[in-house]
């Protein structure tokens, strides 16, 4: 099955820890990102790449930190700089970036304790 | 600038009534493209529907019927019929597709608008 894979699903981390997001995609998609949300709230994004060894800051990019080493994956690191970092996190890939569809992962749900 | 509203936060309905989830937006662009997607409880987003400027039909998939309007810059969403699983977050976004060398057009999603179907 072709799909996009977050882990961990819960990620609880205590302050001024550094933290990984995993994201991984099979449906050889150039395009991924990373959106945060917030109860309430759209999402917001964060960063985006649009083909391997290429990312760009999104909107709220400060805090966060991307790679992408391999087309499938795309890691988010959240670091001790960001002041805020307890939301959800989602993870998507298109084919195309911009105009076509996004598909997205399961999400994971970060808590600073 | 990019502007997706959607004014009802939260919707209450019981099964089998009919339902519209309103989306309006702003953009300068003459070229670009509108998407709603659904949010379940699990939280994954779930790809509805893509619609692009230029294309102005009406479309209906099963229960679910969209409806463009470029004169009121709106594109909204009917569920007939509703049923408990509609039960969801539903986002409006929209992508400007802009000039061909500009490279990356994100995608800006409105705050959603949150529809409780109860039996």
């Known amino acids: 099955d072709g799909g996009i894979t977050q882990s961990p699903k819960y990620l609880f981390r205590k302050e001024g820890q550094n933290v990984t997001l995993s994201c991984e995609q099979n449906l050889n998609h150039d395009a991924m990102y990373w959106y945060r949300q917030d109860p309430g709230q759209g999402l917001r994004l964060i960063y985006y790449?649009?083909?391997?060894?290429?990312?760009q800051k999104g909107d709220i990019a400060e805090g966060y930190s991307v790679s992408r080493e391999k087309k499938e994956s795309f890691p988010l690191t959240v670091t001790s700089a960001q002041k805020n970092p307890t939301a959800f996190y989602l993870c998507a890939s298109s084919r195309l970036a911009g105009v076509d569809e996004q598909f997205f992962g399961p999400g994971t749900r970060l808590t600073v304790l | 600038a990019q502007k997706v509203t959607q004014a009802q936060t939260e919707i209450s309905v019981v099964e089998k009534e009919d339902v519209t989830l309103d989306c309006v937006y702003e953009t300068r662009d003459t070229t670009y493209y509108l998407f709603w997607y659904k949010q379940p409880p699990s939280g994954e987003l779930v790809f509805l529907i893509r619609?692009?400027?230029?294309?102005?039909q009406n479309e209906i998939s099963g229960r679910y019927s969209w409806n463009f309007q470029k004169s009121t810059s709106s594109f909204n969403f009917t569920i007939t019929a509703s049923q408990v699983v509609d039960s969801a977050v539903y986002f409006c976004?929209?992508?400007?597709?802009?000039?061909?060398?500009?490279?990356?057009?994100?995608?800006?999603f409105g705050t959603g608008t949150r529809l409780l179907v109860s039996p």
């Open positions: 790449s649009q083909i391997v060894n290429d990312f």
């Open positions: 976004a929209l992508s400007e597709a802009g000039a061909m060398n500009t490279g990356f057009q994100k995608l800006v």
């Open positions: 619609r692009n400027s230029f294309d102005e």
